[in-house]
């Protein structure tokens, strides 16, 4: 069933995008993903819609990805310029930081409207008006059916958005993980390689960067990395990570409470505390792989900088420079007024007060300790609140 499913998927993509000419890429971790919702997502006819239209629409971006590079073969070996990746654990602040580093004229970041459709504006295709209006409407229907999203995560047209947008067209995202209640995928992509996949991640970067001012440098942004930093710096030679820290326990109540506000959405058959063990296990195994990387980079050439959650809260202007001396870079005085200024426009609780706990997801403090341990031996000062 799942292996006819995926050719009508093609098939229906490829009526705007295009027909493939051979193997469609990607297409065997599309094929697990709708095997495993299937058999474990128990989706409901929104969840079930919602798959299918995010399953065509990323078809289509590969397919568009591919035509450009057919055009502009040149692209594929565009330099990227050593970029600034943020990640760590979910509900860390990485956001918050991204948000802050796209403050400077001298990032070029992803905005939502490139996330959806990752190739520029060209004459035969629709403006760049055009794909901030689609964007515009397709984040005011995701908010229709996940009202509670906004206070979690904020997206707007033009906004800085998460660079796992990307890896969704490769269908290898953390997004689809909490989403759907799909096991099987979830498994998979735990402890999957990617290399593949981030390779083409970075391909679309390259796509992309035609469109964004010279001299600039992609300030990326994405939780999903944590567990795949030996494939991310593979994939970007150079780039600096920035891992933001909190304390697991609050990261994990906060990652489980994001995940049901998605889930609640697409099915009817949520279990709080089966999405607290996944969110435990997927947050603490992702800090694991890190680690690993780390012992073996060490990080001892500045490409990992640490920052803590706390200090980022408390005084985003000095965490920014923190981070800016690491990359061997000075904070202007232009910028730092930029961060007050969206920071004060922008406090924490905007649009909504996000609350969680740990109970509500059938977990308790020593819980979530144990498999951190670990991490907290080495980063608990940064994880202190």
Known sequence: MAAALIGDLVA????????????????????????????TAA??????????????????NLRYVQDHLDARPDV???????????????????TLLHNLLALDPAHRVLRTWE?????PPQADGPSAEQLQAQAARWLAAFHRLVPGFAAIHRSTPTGPEECDALLQNTFASQHFDDMFDARDYADWLATAPLAAEYAHYALQLRVLSASGPAGTRWALKSPSHLGHLDALRLALPGCT???CHRHPRQAV???ASLIATLRQAYSDSVSPVIIGRQALARASTAMARALAVRDVA????????DVAYSQLVADPVGATRGVYRALGRPLSSVVEARIRNWT?????????RHDYDLDRFGLTGAEVDAPFAPYLERFGAACAT
């Open 344 to 352: 004060a426009a922008n406090p924490q609780h905007r649009h909504g």
């Open 115 to 119: 996330a959806l459709h990752p190739v």
């Open 76 to 94: 594929a070996n565009r330099p990227l310029a050593a970029p600034v990746v943020v990640t760590g654990l979910p509900r860390t602040g990485t």
């Open 12 to 39: 229906e993509a490829a009526v705007r995008a295009g027909p493939w000419d051979g193997e469609v890429p990607f297409a065997g971790t599309l094929d697990l993903l709708i095997r495993s919702c299937h058999r």
């Open 241 to 243: 990570v920035v891992i």
């Open 253 to 255: 109540a906060s990652y």
């Open 43 to 60: 989706l409901n006819p929104a969840g079930q819609d919602v798959l299918h239209r995010t399953a065509v629409r990323r078809l289509r």
């Open 298 to 305: 060490g990080g001892r050439d500045g490409s990992i900088v």
